[in-house]
């Protein structure tokens, strides 16, 4: 079996997980750049998180990295 073959087997499941790994880490680099503040860290920290360690940095961010709103709704 070629190399080629088996790829495209995969193919299926890979294209939808790279859909979700980009869109998670735009999401979170667009929040990442639009927010002030944050619970964990600062934004150096998590823009490079977000960027390079796929689905869990994007995923950190926004389950403990991403700050509270304020009043006025900035963060």
Do not use: C
């Not at 600062?42 to 490079?48: C, D, K, M, S």
């Not at 390079?52 to 940095?57: E, F, P, S, W």
């Amino acid at each position: 079996m070629s190399d080629l073959s088996q790829l495209s087997q995969y193919l299926p499941l890979l294209i939808p997980l790279a859909l979700i790994e980009v869109g998670l880490m735009i999401a979170a680099l667009v929040h990442i750049f639009t927010h002030k503040r944050y619970r964990v860290g600062n934004r150096w920290l998590w823009f490079v998180l977000a960027l390079l360690v796929n689905i869990i940095g994007p995923v950190l961010y926004f389950a403990i990295g991403r700050g509270e709103a304020d009043d006025d709704g900035d963060q």
